[in-house]
């Protein structure tokens, strides 16, 4: 979520009653007039609308409203059931399927005894009756197809048109004409009236230009009861197959959703109670036994385990936690007593976030997919205007005044035109792609993102924590005359345990190891990209790199500078100390590059990357870590403000970037970049500042998440092309009378299923070491 986003209102509505693209546009167009939006994003697949607004003009009751005026149903989605309602939706779908299918029938069986090739079938003679057809087809037509109806009114009503719209149009137009042939064959049968002067109506042929052998009599009407009535089953047909797969391609957030743990042991008053998950507290001490899953969000108080937290990282091998160590709600305690203290609770919680974000990249819309937005919106219009065209032809030209067999085709042309695959193509793609990441531990905070991830060409790596361990030791400790190495590492021990920075955090760790007890800084500043300034027992110190004593008009001894440049070379990071304006002496810790890393950047290299290591270290250092891991170009000693720039820089180059990193010295660069990639075991700042979240602490997620946005893209044009391919192929066919109604009904039906069906291909993408191929 943006920042923007966070000053405004932002409502996630469940919507109800959209049958195609055009249901989607047209709410989304209605949504972004009203003042006081800011944005709208309406997701057909998903049902669902994402509404950002200002409180101050607007409330979540007038979004609601404004639905409900273009004529479809909204609710927030946290008091709507999105699964039950599914599961209502679908066995409504079916009861109706089987109604209509059932009336149909007979109506299919007296039309495919007409075919010259089914001459031996036999129809019973009541199927072949006009009234009886009329009979079966009224209820198919204004029972079960009086949604189609409602629809099409609404869209309208409003000034637009809809799949609702071709289909009411098409069946009505084939039902009544069957009824008015029926009634007046029946006058000219009871002598009232002739049918002589009816042109196309004397043949004793039947739907599709058939001939009704079984009938009496050569005046005979041609009937298309049946071309509606299968019409409409076949749309329901393709509703019902559309819902199931839709259900699908949803899997991701419900099994997230079912990771969650129900209920919570918590100590209380000295007694320890069952309770609701729900009604867990900040600040409760809860016991989680070996086999349970852990409720909430907490730190380790007592005990250890190893933490099996495979659902949040991917990752298959269990964590060992011990007291002070941070859990995660919904992993797996395997096998020790924990007593861990709560933190954060309900939506607070790390697979809480997770949820949201699927849902938010699943419920945003890539930019591509204001392409088929576009195509949708104008789609219908032109489609009822050459099915007129198509009627005046067959009409007036080719077959003149054959009035059934211009009817037919242009029925054809309504029915196949119908944009449901096109208006499916995008979001559906989108669903699966980002279902299948979050499986992967990787988190798209919007399509947007996971559109742009497959331009990507250059990938630009933090070092510390990213590429390496992030947790590097203290090696040596190196005191300037007057010094020795003890107070020296437990004057800066002290100041360095104040900073999130790993190489601080392994000062510190090392001073501890080492039997030393540290004072209590009085004051600490950090200075991202030069180190830290600090007071210890009354004392200014100042520890980082050269920039850092320069800028502070700190002297450093040429033998100093030697001392340091040995240590660098060896591969080391080496950090000055001073303490009151003097140089103390110098630290050296030792970083490891993670054991996938180099594996990563030779994935990134095959996919046809290039990887660019970019560093606040040294430049002996970084060319160091880079060696082991196979980058071949190196960014060293460049500030906070500098990557940022360094990045701008390989913008104007020409390339696509995406920065890689942990801390807060990277969020400049993380916004900066085309695409940020935070690792999810850095900073809340890096993880905020980021547009792609990577729950493991492996740089495979790198490579994972540009695979991933490659395929999904690759999806959604292969779903854009066969839709508009589907169309600009069968329209023609259709208005030169190569397609039966019932024939493009059941083509468009099966149009949205196979786009819906290939996009869910994307959610069976096989993981190979924690990646997605190669």
Not at 44 to 67: M, N, Y
Not at 502 to 511: E, F, I, S, T
Not at 622 to 631: E, P, S, T, Y
Request: hydrophobic letters at 45%; a negative charge.
């Amino acid at each position: 979520m943006s920042a923007q986003q966070k000053e405004n209102g932002e409502a996630n509505l469940l919507i109800t009653g959209m049958t195609c693209a055009a249901c989607a546009t047209r709410i989304e167009k209605g949504l972004n007039r009203l003042d006081g939006v800011s944005q709208a994003n309406v997701n057909l697949a998903l049902e669902s609308a994402q509404v950002v607004f200002e409180p101050g003009k607007l409330q979540v009751e007038d979004l609601i409203r404004k639905v409900e005026q273009l004529g479809y149903g909204a609710k927030q989605k946290e008091q709507s059931n999105r699964a039950e309602l599914r599961k209502k939706t679908i066995r409504l779908q079916q009861g109706k399927l089987l109604a209509s299918a059932l009336l149909s029938l007979p109506l299919l069986w007296a039309m495919v005894g007409h075919f010259s090739w089914t001459e031996g079938l036999w129809v019973p003679e009541l199927f072949m009756n006009g009234w009886f057809q009329l009979a079966l087809a009224t209820p198919v037509q204004f029972l079960i197809g009086w949604s189609f109806y409602v629809g099409a009114y609404k869209a309208l009503r409003n000034g637009s048109a809809n799949m609702d719209v071709l289909v009411a149009m098409g069946t009505s137009a084939a039902y009544a004409f069957s009824l008015f042939a029926t009634i007046r064959f029946a006058a000219s049968d009871s002598g009232v009236d002739g049918m002589q002067g009816m042109d196309g109506l004397s043949a004793p042929v039947g739907a599709g230009g058939m001939v009704h052998e079984g009938m009496a009599g050569p005046s005979q009407p041609e009937l298309y009861f049946e071309t509606s009535a299968v019409l409409i089953t076949l749309i329901l047909l393709g509703k019902l197959l559309e819902a199931l797969a839709k259900g699908r391609s949803s899997e991701a957030i419900r099994s997230l959703m079912g990771l969650q743990a129900k209920h919570a042991l918590v100590v209380r008053d000295g007694q320890e109670l069952q309770i609701p998950v729900d009604q867990v507290i900040v600040g409760d001490e809860l016991i989680v036994k070996p086999g349970e899953k852990i409720p909430v969000d907490g730190i380790v108080g007592a005990g250890a385990s190893a933490v099996d937290e495979s659902m949040l990282t991917g990752e298959s091998v269990p964590v060992e936690k011990q007291e002070g160590d941070p859990v995660y709600g919904a992993t797996l305690n395997r096998n020790g007593l924990l007593r861990i203290q709560a933190r954060k609770v309900g939506k607070e919680t790390a697979l809480a976030q997770i949820i949201k974000a699927v849902e938010e990249a699943q419920g945003s819309k890539a930019p591509i997919q204001r392409i088929a937005d576009i195509i949708s919106g104008i789609f219908v219009p032109i489609v009822v205007g050459l099915a007129v065209l198509t009627f005046a032809a067959w009409f007036v030209w080719i077959e003149p005044r054959e009035f059934a067999g211009a009817l037919e085709k242009a029925i054809a042309v309504l029915v196949i035109a119908c944009p449901c695959a096109l208006g499916l193509a995008t979001p559906t793609s989108i669903m699966a792609g980002s279902g299948r990441s979050a499986e992967a531990g990787i988190l798209f905070k919007g399509g947007e993102h996971l559109e742009g991830a497959y331009r990507i060409d250059t990938v630009v790596l933090d070092k510390t924590g990213t590429v390496t361990n992030g947790k590097p030791e203290l090696t040596d400790v190196i005191s300037e005359q007057g010094w020795d190495d003890v107070r020296l590492l437990a004057l800066a021990g002290a100041a360095e345990r104040s900073s999130e920075h790993p190489l601080a955090q392994a000062v510190a760790a090392g001073a501890i190891a080492r039997g030393l007890t540290l004072p209590h800084a009085q004051s600490f500043e950090a200075l991202p990209g030069y180190g830290i300034r600090a007071v210890v027992d009354g004392r200014e110190l100042l520890a980082g790199t050269r920039l850092l004593m320069s800028g502070q008009g700190v002297a450093v001894a040429a033998p100093t500078l030697r001392a340091m440049e040995e240590l660098e070379e060896q591969g080391k990071t080496a950090m000055l100390v001073a303490v009151d304006g003097q140089v103390a002496g110098l630290l050296a810790v030792a970083d490891t590059i993670k054991p996938t890393s180099q594996e990563a950047v030779e994935r990134l290299r095959v996919m046809g990357v290039e990887v660019v290591l970019m560093t606040g270290d040294n430049a002996r250092t970084a060319h160091a870590i880079a060696r082991q891991a196979g980058i071949d170009r190196v960014l060293a000693e460049v500030l906070p403000e500098g990557k940022a720039e360094e990045v701008r820089r390989l913008q104007q180059a020409g390339k696509r970037v995406a920065m890689v990193g942990d801390g807060i010295n990277d969020a400049p660069a993380l916004a900066a970049a085309d695409i940020g990639m935070a690792i999810g075991t850095g900073t809340d700042v890096a993880i905020e500042a980021a547009d792609v979240t990577l729950m493991r602490g492996d740089l495979n997620g790198v490579p994972d998440a540009i695979r991933i946005s490659r395929k999904t893209m690759a999806n959604i044009k292969q779903n854009l092309f066969w839709a508009l391919a589907y169309n600009v192929v069968g329209i023609p066919i259709a208005a030169l009378g190569y397609l039966a109604p019932w024939v493009a009904g059941a083509a468009m039906a099966l149009s949205s299923v196979s786009v819906v069906l290939n996009a869910l291909r994307l959610q069976r993408m096989s993981l190979q070491n924690g990646g997605i191929g190669k």
